[in-house]
């Protein structure tokens, strides 16, 4: 069974921009959750999503989006690039929300630098 | 609000002794999700070993296993026997049984394995 997989691996942006990360679960799982990795701040959640609908939210700013399709791929959105925001975006799916454990599968990462 | 705090920030060990990662965390609830999440330096994130606050018993996979103390909200990890495979970041995780679905994580743990 094939594992989480996240494109780009790789981004660098520039200030004021905005970027697009996606994210494509485990086959079989509806659930998508999006982290911040920072050497300062850690792991941070950002954000949930669950059968199309945003469960669960962190505590950033608007300028973060994501949105889940029906074939469960999540994306998320960052306007407005700012300097503070390069980080490694990781997306971790599980079968759902309420399943034993809910086992969260993580992917390898998005590495996003802004200049 | 829950909390997971890592006190080490770096532990050292060589190889095919035994080593004990630290973490304690504040939570109000009475049922829980403990985790230990393992990030090699290719940065895919691995679940290592997990515990339910409802359970007595400690959690061992392997040569990994957990002293859970519900009272004192400890939640240590024992790697014994190690291995040079085993040096990584470690990850501290925790995760309500019902409501939110999303980890809270610790700063974690960076591993070193010496030959």
């Known amino acids: 069974k094939a594992g989480v997989t996240q494109t780009p691996r790789y981004l660098i942006k520039t200030r004021g921009q905005q970027v697009t990360l996606s994210c494509s679960p485990i086959?079989?799982?509806?659930?998508v959750s999006w982290y911040q990795q920072t050497p300062g701040q850690g792991l941070q959640f950002l954000f949930e999503?669950?059968?199309?609908?945003?469960?669960n939210k962190g505590n950033f700013p608007g300028r973060f989006s994501g949105r889940q399709f029906s074939n469960s791929r999540s994306e998320m959105n960052v306007s407005t690039l700012e300097l503070g925001d390069s980080a490694l975006y990781l997306c971790?799916?599980?079968?759902?929300?309420?399943?034993?454990?809910?086992?969260?599968?993580f992917g390898p990462g998005t590495r996003l630098t802004v200049l | 609000a829950q909390t997971v705090t890592q006190s080490q920030p770096e532990m050292s060990v060589q190889e095919a002794e035994t080593v004990t990662l630290s973490c304690t965390y504040d939570?109000?609830?009475?049922?829980?999700?403990l985790f230990w999440y393992k990030q090699p330096p290719s940065r895919q994130m691995i679940l290592v070993i997990r515990?339910?606050?409802?359970?007595?018993q400690n959690a061992t996979e392997n040569r990994f296993s957990v002293n859970f103390q519900k009272a004192a909200k400890s939640f240590s990890l024992k790697i014994s026997d190690s291995q040079l495979g085993d040096a990584a970041m470690y990850f501290c995780?925790?995760?309500?049984?019902?409501?939110?679905?999303?980890?809270?994580f610790g700063k974690g743990t960076k591993l070193s394995v010496k030959p």
């Open positions: 971790a799916s599980s079968l759902a929300p309420g399943a034993s454990y809910n086992e969260q599968f």
């Open positions: 086959s079989g799982h509806r659930s």
């Open positions: 999503y669950f059968s199309e609908t945003q469960r």
């Open positions: 939570t109000s609830e009475s049922d829980y999700y």
């Open positions: 515990q339910e606050a409802y359970k007595q």
């Open positions: 995780a925790y995760r309500p049984l019902l409501g939110q679905g999303n980890l809270i």
